[in-house]
C-alpha cells in the first residue's frame, strides 16, 4: 500500500522560508504525478503546486508563483516544496498525493489520484 509522509512545517515570521518534505513508502514512486495541497482553517483543500513523475514539468497556483519551488528526488522517493518569501495566508496545513494531471483544463493542479490524504504538515506563517 502506497504512503505519503508530510513533514518540515513550522512556525515562521512572514517573509521567512520553509522546505517541506513529502516522502512516499511503496512501488511506483517515479511513475506518479505529485501535487501539494493545503487547508487553511474553514476553508477548502487547494493545490499549491504539481510536478510531473520525471520532474519536468511543474505548475503552481498563481498565488504562490515566483515564492514556491517544488522538486522530487526520485531515487530517494521524495518530492519537496521550497516555500520563500512566505506569507500569512499561506498558513495551512500542507498535504502530498498522486495526482492525475499535473495541469488539468483550467491551468490548476489536477485531483488526487487516490482521495486519501495523510496528516499533513502544519505551517504557521505569522505577521
Known amino acids: 500500500q502506497t504512503q505519503f509522509v508530510e513533514s518540515g512545517g513550522g512556525l515562521v515570521q512572514a517573509g521567512g522560508s520553509l522546505r517541506l518534505s513529502c516522502a512516499f513508502s511503496?512501488?511506483?514512486?517515479?511513475?506518479?504525478?505529485i501535487g501539494w495541497f493545503r487547508q487553511a482553517p474553514g476553508k477548502e483543500r487547494e493545490g499549491v503546486s504539481c510536478?510531473?513523475?520525471?520532474?519536468?514539468?511543474?505548475n503552481y497556483a498563481d498565488s504562490v508563483k515566483g515564492r514556491f519551488t517544488i522538486s522530487r528526488d526520485n531515487a530517494k522517493n521524495t518530492v519537496y516544496l521550497q516555500m520563500n518569501s512566505l506569507e500569512p495566508e499561506d498558513s495551512g496545513v500542507y498535504y502530498c498525493?498522486?495526482?492525475?494531471?499535473?495541469?488539468?483544463?483550467?491551468?490548476?493542479?489536477?485531483?488526487?489520484?487516490?482521495?486519501?490524504w495523510g496528516q499533513g504538515t502544519q505551517v504557521t506563517v505569522s505577521s
Open positions: 498525493s498522486s495526482v492525475v494531471l499535473v495541469r488539468d483544463y483550467n491551468g490548476r493542479c489536477g485531483a488526487s489520484l487516490t482521495g486519501r
Open positions: 511503496g512501488s511506483g514512486f517515479d511513475f506518479y504525478n
Open positions: 510536478i510531473s513523475s520525471s520532474g519536468g514539468s511543474t
